[in-house]
């Protein structure tokens, strides 16, 4: 069985394969979108009569393309995790998200991080049992 090497690229990146081929925006998605472009005032015109008449989609859809939507901000809260196994660390943020201390969303990212925690840790382990059995049988 032989291997070959892919062809050498007939083009450098950011060139077209295809130089005279169609030019972008002369398709059918182009031509709409050029002929909604030119009416763009006029339906915005249209949007904002039927928002100021009560329309509530109008307004609706102008709002959103219009502002950025707000997002929900929590606070930051500290927390004292016990001393110990990281078993009962997710424990104490568990118990802090039943009493209302955290929210569920931190909660939830702090028990994420403990998994992660918790998993760097079995592998520092791993690497100190490996060594220390590569020590005792004379391998380096």
Do not use: C, F, H, Y
Not at 56 to 72: F, M, N, S, T
Not at 130 to 140: P, Q, V
């Amino acid at each position: 069985m032989t291997t070959r090497k892919p062809p050498a690229a007939a083009w450098k990146p950011g060139q077209s394969g295809n130089p005279k081929g169609r030019p972008a925006g002369t398709g059918e998605v182009g031509k709409l979108r050029a002929a909604i472009a030119k009416r763009v005032p006029d339906l915005l015109d249209a949007m904002l009569a039927k928002a100021l008449d009560g329309d509530v989609g109008a307004a609706r859809l102008l709002l959103e393309r219009a502002i950025a939507p707000l997002k929900a901000i929590e606070q930051t809260q500290a927390l004292a995790l016990p001393d110990g196994t990281l078993t009962a660390q997710g424990r104490a943020v568990l118990r802090s998200v039943a009493d209302g201390v955290l929210a569920p969303s931190q909660g939830a990212a702090l028990l994420g991080a403990i998994g992660t925690l918790a998993r760097v840790t079995e592998l520092d382990e791993l690497e100190s049992r490996i060594a220390a059995l590569e020590a005792r049988n004379g391998k380096s």
